[in-house]
C-alpha cells in the first residue's frame, strides 16, 4: 500500500534546495497569474502542498504566492478543487500575516474555507471573532442581538420546524412525467412507514430540502452546544425578545404550548433539544429496513439520553418527564445485548438522576455489572466505553452502589482479555477497588489474571465450537488439553471459579497448581503474554494502595499471601521472574511498616527459608526473605523476640548455608549466585550478634567459608571478583564479631539509629563509631588469610 | 468534535526503509483553545508541537494495532491477499480504542479511535465523552473513501501523497469542520453524490 516511491517523495519534499524552491514558487505564481487553470496547477499545488506539509518546520512562502493563494481561496469563482487546495496549503503556513479575510465578499464556501484558515492560524481572537461575525450574517442579515441568543432561535427553528415533505429531486422526472408526479412525497421513518411527527436525523426522504440538512446538523452539534452556552450568562436573554416574531416555519404536527414561546431562547432551545430526544427515543424503536440505519439509531439512543442529561443537569425539572422515557427505554434495552453499549448513558442517567427522582436503579446496575463484562468482554469499544464509565464515576459507585464492590472479578475480564488497551484505565481504576475486606481476594485475582486470559479464550472457543464438542466428558478420561479441561468435571469447579461473576465465594482455589497445569498448554498464546506482562504493574498499584491503609492483620496475610503464591503461579515466561521481583521490594515495603510480622510469622518464614529449592526458584526474592529476617528479627523490633527464636533461625539458615556449600567431588555447577551466599553469612551474623552465644559457632562457619572460597573447585564455578568479595565478607565479619558489642551496633543498629541524636551526640555519633571500627579492622587486617 | 484525523502507515515498510511510522496525512479541527505558548519561542512552534502531537498518536496507534492483531492471532498484513474492494477492507479491518490522558501529548484529555486496514492506519482523534459509536461509523466511511478515491488498494502509488485536494474534499462532506454527522443513509447517499462529482473533474 506504501511504497518506497512514495517514501522517496517525501524525502525529495523534505530535501530539496533552496534554489530548486525558489524557482518552483516562481513557477506557481506565474500558473496562478494565468486565467485558465489546467492540470498543470493542479499538479504543482499538490507538490507545494507536499513540499510545506512534509517537514514538521513551517516554510514560509513567498509574499505574492501567499496572496494569490488568498486571492484564490477568497473569490467565489473558484473552483472547489483549488479551493481545496489553496486552502490546506494555507493552513499549513500558519503562521502568516493573513490581510482581512473577513471583509472579502463570498459565498457560504468560502466563508467556510476561510474560517478554517482562521482557526488554523492559531488563538488570534480578533480573527476568530470577525469570522464568526461573518458566519453569523450569513444567517440572518440583521445583527442586533446577542449572538449566541441568535444561534440558539436557529437551532430550535430547524430542529423543531424542519419540512416534513421531501425536497424536489433536482433532475425530476423524464419525458413521461407529468407535472403531478412532481409533488413532494412525505418523509418516511426508517422502516418505511410516514413520518408520525416533526423532522430528525431518523426520517428518511429521496432528497432534502435546505432545512432538513439544517437539522441534520443542528442535532449534530447540539450537545457540545448546550455544554458550552447552557449556563453561560443566562441573564441577557429575555429582554430585547425576538423570540415571538420568529417567522420561521410553522410546525406541521404536535402542536407546541404557546407557553414555550415566552421562553428565553436558551430556554426555550432546551425544551425543543428535549422533545427532539424524546422522539428519536421512540423513533428508534422501529425496525430500520438498512444495516447502516440500525447503527445510527444506536448512535441516536447513546448521543438522545447524554443530551436529556445535561438538560436534566441544567434544569432539573426535567427529570420527571425524562425519567419516565428513560426507563420505558431501559425496559425495552435491557435484555438486548446488541444495544449494551447504550445501556451506559443510560447507566449514567441513573447515576446522576436517581435520586432527585427517587428511582430504583438496582436492576440497571445489576445488569451493567455482571452481564456486560462476563459476556461483552471482547468487544473493544464497549470494553473501553465501560472501563470509562467505571473511572469516571468510581466514587459515587464505591459508596452508593452495592454491588460495584463486589464486582471486581467481573470487572477483570475486558482486562484480562485486552490488557494493552486498558492497562492505564486500570491503573487508575484499581485503588478503588481495594478494601480492607476484598483486598486478599484482589491479590490472588491478580495473579491469576493469565489464567482468566485462559478461561475467557477457553469459554469463547466453546461456545462457538460444535454441540458435540461441548459435551462433559466422563471424569475417568484423562484430558489433553485446556479445551478438554474445560469440559472434564474435576477440572469445572475450577474454571468456574476463575470465571465467577462476583466476589466473596473465597480468596483463591485449593488446587491451583493443578489448574495451572492443565493451562500450560496456551502459556505462550499471545494474548496471555501479553496480560502477563501488564499484571506487576497492577501487582505494584495493588500494594501501594493497600500500604495506605493496611493494618496489623492484614500486613501479615498478605506477607502470607506472598510467601504462599512466589511459587505458586501459571508458568508463562519472565512471568514468575517479574511478580518475584515485585513481591521481593513489597516484602521489604512492608517489613517497614510492620516490623513484627517477622516475629509473628516465623514459623512460615523459617519453613520458606529452609527450604534450599526456594534458593533454585526463586533465588532474588529468597535473598529478600533472607534480609529481612536478618534485619528485623530482634527485641528492638518486637519484644515478643527470644532467644529460642533466634537460634532456630540460625540453626534453619546454618544448615541451608551448609548444604548448598558443599564441594562435592562430582559437582556440577551451582545455579545460585554468590549474592545468596554473603547473604546468608551477613544474616547469621546478624542474629550472631543479637544471641552471642552463637557467635562460636558462627566464626568457625565464616572461617570455614573462608577457605571455600579459596578451594579450587569453587574457582570454577565463580568468577575471581565474587570469590574475593565471599572472602572480603567472611573475613569482616569474622573481625567484627570479635568484639560483640561493636558488631552489635553495627549489624543490628536500634531503630532510633535514624535520630539526629546518634550524629549530633558525640559520645554516640555513628563517626566514632565507624573511626573505631576502621582502627580495630586495620588493626587485624595482618591476620593471614586462612 | 472531532480535534484531528490523520493516515499514517502501520507496518515496517517494505522494500528496504527501517520500520518508521510514517504520517501520510494530518488534519487539525483545532477545537481546543490553546495555552499561549511561553514567549520568545519561534512563531512555528505551535505548527511544531502539532506535528509532533500527530507523531506521538501515530505511533501509539501502530503499537496498539500490532498488539491487537498479535493477540488476535491474525498474520501480518503483507503475508495476507489483498481483500477483493474497500467495504470488505473496512469490514475486516481492525477497530481499537484508547485514551491519552492530559499532557500526553496533548494539553487536555483525548480519546483516539483507529482503525488498521492491511499496512495502513486511519485514526480521529476525539474528545473524551464523544459518541463513539457514531465516530466509528465516520471513521469506516471515511476510510472506505479514502481507500477508494485515493487507491490505496491496487497497484502501490502516491496518491495519498499528491491528492489532497481529494481527501479534503472528503472530510469536507464527511466530517466538516471535525463535526460528527448524525447522517442516515439518504444524507450519505446525497453526500456520496456530491464527492462523486467533485471527484470527476
Redesign the interface.
Known amino acids: 500500500m506504501f511504497t518506497a516511491g512514495a517514501e522517496s517523495l517525501i524525502k525529495q519534499a523534505r530535501e530539496i534546495q533552496d534554489e530548486d524552491l525558489q524557482k518552483f514558487y516562481t513557477r506557481v505564481s506565474k500558473l496562478l497569474h494565468g486565467k485558465d487553470f489546467g492540470n498543470e496547477t493542479v499538479d504543482s499545488l499538490q507538490r507545494l502542498y507536499l513540499i510545506v506539509s512534509a517537514t514538521k518546520y513551517s516554510r514560509a512562502l513567498p509574499e505574492d504566492v501567499l496572496q494569490l493563494l488568498q486571492d484564490l481561496l477568497c473569490s467565489s469563482k473558484t473552483a472547489e478543487q483549488f479551493q481545496a487546495l489553496s486552502c490546506a496549503i494555507l493552513r499549513e503556513t500558519f503562521p502568516c500575516d493573513l490581510r482581512n479575510l473577513s471583509d472579502e465578499e463570498g459565498n457560504s464556501k468560502t466563508i467556510s474555507h476561510v474560517a478554517e484558515v482562521t482557526l488554523a492560524q492559531g488563538s488570534n481572537q480578533d480573527k476568530v471573532s470577525s469570522v464568526a461575525h461573518r458566519v453569523l450574517k450569513c444567517l440572518e442579515a440583521r445583527q442586533p442581538e446577542d449572538q449566541i441568543n441568535l444561534v440558539s432561535r436557529k437551532l430550535v427553528d430547524w430542529l423543531r420546524y424542519a419540512s416534513i415533505q421531501q425536497g424536489v429531486q433536482l433532475s425530476s422526472g423524464g419525458f413521461f412525467t407529468s407535472p403531478r408526479t412532481r409533488q413532494p412525497s412525505p418523509i418516511t421513518e426508517v422502516d418505511g412507514a410516514v413520518a408520525a411527527d416533526f423532522f430528525t436525523v431518523l426520517s428518511l426522504g429521496q432528497s432534502y430540502t435546505e432545512d432538513q440538512w439544517m437539522n441534520m446538523h443542528a442535532f449534530s452539534m447540539i450537545r457540545k452546544w448546550l455544554l458550552c452556552y447552557s449556563t453561560d450568562g443566562s441573564g441577557n436573554g429575555d429582554t430585547d425578545d425576538k423570540s415571538e416574531v420568529d417567522g420561521s416555519v410553522m410546525s406541521m404536527v404536535s402542536a407546541t404550548s404557546t407557553s414555550s414561546r415566552l421562553l428565553p431562547p436558551k430556554e426555550r432551545l432546551r425544551e425543543k433539544a428535549f422533545e427532539y430526544c424524546h422522539r428519536l427515543i421512540e423513533q428508534s424503536d422501529r425496525k430500520a429496513l438498512k444495516k447502516s440505519d440500525a447503527e445510527l439509531q444506536k448512535a441516536c439512543l447513546i448521543e438522545a439520553v447524554t443530551v436529556m442529561d445535561i438538560i436534566c443537569r441544567e434544569d432539573p425539572s426535567f427529570v420527571y418527564r425524562a425519567f419516565a422515557c428513560v426507563k420505558a427505554l431501559y425496559g425495552r434495552l435491557s435484555g438486548d445485548l446488541a444495544f449494551s453499549r447504550a445501556l451506559l448513558p443510560i447507566a449514567q442517567f441513573y447515576l446522576n438522576h436517581s435520586e432527585t427522582a427517587a428511582v430504583d436503579s438496582e436492576a440497571v446496575y445489576r445488569q451493567l455489572f455482571t452481564r456486560i463484562p462476563s459476556e461483552l468482554f471482547q468487544e473493544p469499544m464497549l470494553a473501553f466505553e465501560f472501563t470509562q464509565f467505571c473511572r469516571v464515576n468510581v466514587k459515587v459507585l464505591r459508596e452508593s452502589v452495592g454491588i460495584f464492590k463486589h464486582s471486581f472479578p467481573n470487572l477483570f475480564k475486558p482486562l484480562a482479555w485486552n490488557s494493552p488497551a486498558l492497562i492505564s484505565e486500570y491503573v487508575e481504576l484499581l485503588p478503588s477497588l481495594i478494601g480492607p475486606d476484598t483486598a486478599i481476594e484482589i491479590l490472588h485475582s491478580l495473579l491469576d489474571l493469565p489464567c482468566l486470559t485462559a478461561a475467557l479464550d477457553i469459554q469463547l472457543r466453546s461456545a462457538s465450537s460444535q454441540p458435540s464438542e461441548r459435551v462433559p466428558l466422563d471424569p475417568s478420561v484423562k484430558v489433553s488439553s485446556s479445551m478438554e479441561a474445560f469440559r472434564h468435571p474435576y477440572y469445572r469447579g475450577m474454571f468456574l471459579y476463575i470465571l465467577r461473576d462476583e466476589a466473596g465465594t473465597g480468596d483463591t482455589i485449593d488446587r491451583l497448581s493443578v489448574l495451572h497445569e492443565v493451562l500450560a498448554d496456551m502459556a505462550d498464546s499471545p494474548r496471555i503474554v501479553q496480560c502477563a506482562q501488564t499484571t506487576p504493574i497492577l501487582l505494584q498499584v495493588f500494594f501501594n494502595e493497600a500500604a495506605q491503609f493496611a493494618d496489623e492483620k492484614l500486613i501479615n496475610q498478605l506477607v502470607l499471601v506472598i510467601l504462599e503464591r512466589s511459587s505458586l503461579l501459571y508458568d508463562i515466561p519472565n512471568y514468575k521472574r517479574e511478580v518475584q521481583r515485585v513481591f521481593s521490594s513489597q516484602l521489604l515495603v512492608l517489613c517497614k511498616l510492620h516490623p513484627s510480622l517477622i516475629v509473628e510469622q516465623c514459623k512460615e518464614l523459617m519453613e520458606f527459608s529452609g527450604t534450599t529449592g526456594n534458593i533454585q526458584s526463586k533465588e532474588n526474592f529468597y535473598t529478600h526473605v533472607v534480609w529481612a529476617i536478618g534485619e528485623y528479627l530482634s527485641v528492638s523490633y518486637d519484644k515478643r523476640c527470644t532467644v529460642e527464636q533466634i537460634t532456630a533461625f540460625f540453626e534453619t539458615l546454618e544448615a541451608v548455608l551448609f548444604e548448598i556449600t558443599q564441594v562435592r567431588l562430582s559437582a556440577s555447577i551451582p545455579t545460585y549466585s554468590p549474592r545468596v551466599i554473603t547473604m546468608l553469612l551477613t544474616t547469621l551474623s546478624k542474629l550472631a550478634s543479637r544471641s552471642q552465644d552463637l557467635i562460636p559457632r558462627v566464626s568457625l562457619f565464616l572461617s570455614k567459608m573462608r577457605s571455600f572460597a579459596r578451594s579450587p573447585a569453587v574457582s570454577s564455578w565463580y568468577s575471581e571478583e565474587d570469590i574475593e568479595e565471599i572472602h572480603t565478607r567472611a573475613s569482616e565479619l569474622i573481625n567484627l564479631l570479635k568484639l560483640p558489642s561493636v558488631a552489635q551496633f553495627v549489624l543490628a543498629p536500634s531503630t532510633e539509629g535514624t535520630s539526629p541524636r546518634w550524629h549530633r551526640d558525640t559520645n554516640t555519633s555513628l563517626p566514632l563509631a565507624m573511626r573505631a571500627i576502621s582502627k580495630v579492622l586495620q588493626r587485624d587486617s595482618s591476620f593471614s588469610p586462612g | 468534535?472531532v480535534h484531528g484525523f490523520l493516515i499514517h502507515?502501520l507496518c515496517p515498510?517494505?522494500?528496504?526503509?527501517s520500520s518508521v511510522c510514517?504520517v501520510?496525512y494530518?488534519r487539525?479541527?483545532?477545537s481546543e483553545?490553546?495555552v499561549?505558548l511561553p514567549a520568545g519561542l519561534d512563531?512555528?512552534a505551535?505548527?511544531?508541537l502539532q506535528?509532533?502531537q500527530m507523531?506521538v498518536v501515530a505511533r501509539q496507534v501502530k503499537?496498539?494495532c500490532t498488539?491487537?492483531r498479535?493477540?488476535?492471532?491474525k498474520p501480518p498484513p503483507e503475508s495476507c491477499l489483498p481483500p477483493l474492494d474497500e467495504v470488505v477492507a473496512v469490514q475486516e479491518a481492525d477497530?481499537?480504542?484508547?485514551?491519552l490522558?492530559a499532557g500526553e501529548p496533548f494539553q487536555v484529555e483525548k480519546t483516539v479511535l483507529w482503525l488498521g486496514v492491511?499496512?495502513?492506519g486511519f485514526s480521529l482523534v476525539c474528545e473524551p465523552?464523544e459518541?463513539?459509536?457514531?465516530a466509528?461509523?465516520t471513521l469506516r466511511t471515511l476510510a472506505r473513501h479514502c481507500l477508494e478515491h485515493l487507491h490505496?488498494?491496487g497497484p502501490?502509488?502516491?496518491d495519498?501523497?499528491?491528492?489532497?485536494?481529494r481527501t479534503?474534499?472528503l472530510l469536507?462532506r464527511l466530517l466538516?469542520?471535525g463535526?460528527?454527522?448524525?447522517?442516515?443513509?439518504?444524507?450519505?447517499h446525497?453526500l456520496e453524490k456530491e464527492i462523486a462529482a467533485?471527484m470527476a473533474?
Open positions: 468534535m502507515t515498510v517494505s522494500a528496504g526503509s510514517r501520510l494530518t487539525f479541527f483545532c483553545t490553546l499561549p512563531a512555528g505551535e505548527r511544531l506535528k509532533e507523531m503499537s496498539a498488539l491487537s498479535e493477540a488476535a492471532g477497530c481499537g480504542v484508547f485514551r490522558g492491511l499496512s495502513l465523552h459518541n463513539l459509536l457514531l466509528e461509523g490505496l488498494l502501490p502509488g502516491t495519498v501523497l499528491l491528492k489532497v485536494d479534503e474534499v469536507d466538516p469542520h463535526q460528527l454527522l448524525f447522517a442516515n443513509h439518504r444524507f450519505i446525497s467533485c473533474k
